[in-house]
């Protein structure tokens, strides 16, 4: 942080501060790619959504996360969001896996165990994955799953299509 960030800062209010019914109850699970701000995608102000950033914005490795979460402030809404040109339709896993033994040779079984989220198929596949995924897992409360949406943001025309499942 610079200094004129925190020469401007407001204190925000403790979660035991803000009233029960003005949670957070908006999830998205998004990229990490900081071209892709969800907050301006869906016109959000701060507080409105908690957001998970994730290469390839995929739930699969974030269940622990949601959960964590959804126990203290009861999700009603999830919205999964992928993007055009994502890094993560770039690399793919056995090339990351390569560059690792070679960094760590004796850790080859650990990392052949890893993923790290490649998309080789279309992202609206790919969205469906992250979709289904979460709606498989008996953890999730079934209002979750029910409200579960995706969508693929155009990082050229700004385009953000809702992903059929």
Same mark, same amino acid.
């Given at each position: 942080m610079t200094r004129a960030t925190l020469a401007e800062f407001q204190p925000l209010p403790s979660l035991l501060e803000i009233e029960p019914e003005k949670l957070a109850r908006i999830l998205i699970i998004t990229c990490a790619d900081p071209r892709t701000i969800p907050e301006n995608m869906f016109n959000l102000q701060t507080g409105e959504a908690v957001v998970f950033r994730v290469p390839g914005g995929n739930a699969q490795f974030l269940l622990e996360h949601v959960l964590s979460l959804d126990s203290l402030l009861h999700f009603k809404e999830c919205?999964?969001?992928?993007?055009?040109?994502?890094?993560?339709?770039? +690399?793919?896993?056995?090339?990351?896996?390569?560059?690792?033994?070679?960094?760590?040779?004796?850790?080859?079984?650990?990392?052949?165990?890893?993923?790290?989220?490649?998309?080789?198929?279309?992202?609206? @596949? /790919?969205?469906?994955?992250?979709?289904?995924?979460?709606?498989?897992?008996?953890?999730?409360?079934?209002?979750?799953?029910? /409200?579960?949406?995706? +969508?693929? +943001?155009?990082?050229?025309?700004?385009?953000? /299509? @809702?992903?059929?499942?």
């Open positions: 919205i999964i969001v992928q993007h055009t040109d994502c890094g993560a339709t770039h +690399f793919r896993d056995a090339k990351v896996k390569e560059g690792l033994r070679e960094r760590a040779p004796d850790l080859k079984q650990q990392i052949d165990g890893l993923s790290f989220g490649e998309i080789t198929g279309s992202l609206d @596949e /790919n969205v469906r994955k992250s979709i289904d995924f979460l709606r498989a897992s008996a953890l999730v409360p079934e209002e979750l799953k029910a /409200n579960t949406r995706g +969508f693929v +943001f155009d990082i050229k025309t700004g385009h953000l /299509n @809702e992903v059929k499942v």
